[in-house]
């Protein structure tokens, strides 16, 4: 038997309202199936399970906020029932997720793990949920109870959102300490095989240069993982997968990020496809619970009627964010002579405590590289 909580989907969300339930008791469920509809500020999002299981016992009603963390379900054993002759493996143990330092802070603590209650993303333990659990820290506050209200309406939800997104960003300018770089990019050879490519395309799956500019930050961040993860606990940690999340606007105002799982190993009419399908759900307010959770690195791009350049903020627990300015006809030098040709401005917001300018440049560096043979995108 396990709990399933209310989970963190980004680092500004606190709570959230159940809107909906999927499933009811009895239902069985594997994961990544969707279990739940939650309201946050940014929008509603479908939550999915992360293990296999039966719904035993849903614990709060549709309408009541919780917080992160908060047991909404409760899930029974996810292993098969045994056969008749009464074989069958017993079910797995499940998995909790335990940071490295608060693996370490226990063993040097002499703290039970077993009985810490996590705080972190996705209800993981960390650090702090040891110390408090050895009685170094803080007392444990008593859980708070469910309050059940109505979801916001629309012109409160776009305020809401307003509201959490300018206290992430202020706490992220205040606790990060950014570096900024930039790296102007020759779009020649990248504009001149899209123009090939949606040649044999038809209309509704033409690409995007959008599409060439993350495919290029995915392959560059495999040769540069040192941008590609997470500050957690006071270290740096290395994500197993590239997921950006792509920064999109919302036509209420605000904006969310969601991820495009494993972005690198999709063609660019897969990226494409994805990429229209994810813009649209993120205005539709469709959004599901691992593509708030996973980004590795966001990147944003502002599109041909965008500014030059931008210089964009981290958004925590990432340590870097890769920007796009449109691409505009500049002055470029080149083999002695002077043209003018068409460019874009790359820009990389920084977490100096993960890294510095040199691996900062490399990645510019790199991304700019790619981007000069598009053929291998």
Request: hydrophobic fraction near 40%; glycine fraction near 10%.
């Amino acid at each position: 038997m396990s709990d399933f909580c209310m989970p963190s989907l980004g680092a500004d969300m606190d709570s959230g309202i159940v809107l909906e339930w999927r499933v009811k008791p009895g239902d069985r469920v594997k994961r990544g199936d969707i279990v739940a509809v939650v309201d946050t500020s940014k929008a509603d999002i479908e939550i999915e399970v992360f293990e296999d299981g039966t719904i035993d016992e849903l614990l709060v009603p549709v309408g009541t906020r919780v917080q992160v963390g908060t047991p909404i379900a409760r899930l029974a054993d996810g292993a098969s029932p045994p056969s008749a002759n009464g074989g069958g493996p017993p079910p797995e143990a499940e998995r909790r997720r335990i940071s490295p330092v608060a693996r370490r802070t226990a063993a040097e603590l002499g703290v039970d793990l077993d009985a810490v209650k996590g705080t972190g993303p996705l209800g993981a333990v960390v650090k702090a949920d040891v110390e408090r659990a050895a009685g170094n820290g803080a007392p444990v506050p008593p859980p708070t109870p469910p309050e059940t209200r109505p979801a916001e309406p629309e012109g409160d939800r776009a305020e809401a959102m307003r509201a959490a997104i300018a206290h992430l960003m202020a706490r992220s300018k205040r606790e990060v300490p950014h570096y900024y770089l930039r790296e102007d990019v020759d779009m020649s050879a990248a504009l001149s095989f899209l123009e090939r490519r949606n040649a044999e395309l038809p209309v509704a799956r033409r690409l995007l240069p959008a599409a060439l500019l993350l495919k290029a930050t995915a392959l560059a961040l495999a040769d540069v993982p040192e941008l590609n993860g997470f500050w957690n606990d006071g270290r740096f940690e290395q994500a197993t997968g590239i997921h950006l999340g792509l920064a999109v606007s919302l036509r209420g105002g605000g904006l969310v990020a969601p991820a495009l799982h494993d972005t690198g190993r999709r063609s660019l009419e897969e990226l494409m496809e994805s990429m229209r399908d994810l813009v649209r759900r993120a205005r539709a307010g469709t959004l599901r619970s691992s593509e708030m959770s996973d980004p590795t690195l966001t990147v944003t791009n502002l599109g041909e009627r965008g500014a030059l350049e931008v210089y964009g903020v981290i958004y925590p627990p990432q340590v870097a964010l890769v920007g796009f300015g449109r691409i505009a006809e500049r002055p470029w030098a080149a083999g002695g002579m002077l043209a003018a040709r068409p460019v874009t401005t790359a820009t990389l917001s920084g977490d100096h405590r993960a890294s510095d300018g040199v691996t900062g440049g490399r990645l510019l560096a790199a991304i700019a590289a790619k981007l000069q043979r598009p053929e291998e995108l």
